[in-house]
């Protein structure tokens, strides 16, 4: 009977033991700001992810030759606004609609900048000097950084495209962020789902096509991935920006409600609290 009863008591100290534990994990505060752009105030750090900052039509078509037709709108907030209390940037791959002239001219350049070996060229021509390559992870002011892989887009276009990162961000008592990048929904991601068990899943949904092929998720994919990851809060972001993005927000929505599957769909500018 005394067994019995020091059993229970030990279950009832262990469960609410995990219920404290459940408790004491922070928030998130993601605000989104246009395409891949997001603010993510993560363990007492702004990361500034993909920052693409220039104005509407700045830089290149990616349907129509030799024309300035992107970004296809304004961002949503004021400039000063976006960039302010920004600590660190976290950069997944450096096509113009992840790291733009707006970045390299409106951003402190003196900014943590985190990105792909990959891309080393590019980040030391920028006017960017405090740059780390992650090869697999890092850890900066108590979270760790993981560099994810992926493929954006089919094998005949990846030399074109290019390397590309995503990123899991971990820290003790706060949710796993997985952040996907410009991939397509393939075996990395699934296995990168699987090794980290992410809380929110943050995922590029513009149905991108390029070169004659889909280098991008597109709404019936972020279905598939969203159901993939059943536990995890799916964020759906990259749509609606830019002239060769498929996917709108009203198909994704209307998709994810026929396949009972929750995905939130921030607007440009929104503030999510996760
Ligand atoms: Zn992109």
Redesign the pocket.
Known sequence: MKKIFLSVIAIITLSSCIISQKTDTKKVRLQFIR??TLKLDYNGTTFLV?P?LSPKNSFMSFVVPNKNLNPTIDLPLPIDNITKGVDALLV??T?L??FDEGAKTQLNPELPLFGQAFDKKTFEESPFKNITLIDHKQTYKGTTIIRTKGK?GPDQLIEALGEVSGFVLQAANHPTVYIV??CLFDDEIKNTIKTYNPDIIVM?T?G?QWGGAKI?MDEMDAIALAKFAPEAQIIAV?MEA?DH?KTTREVLKQKAKEAHVAITIPKDGETLSL
């Open positions: 395409n891949a993909d693409s997944t791959h096509h609609d992840h954006h990048g410009d590029n513009g991108a991008l990259h830019l993005c």
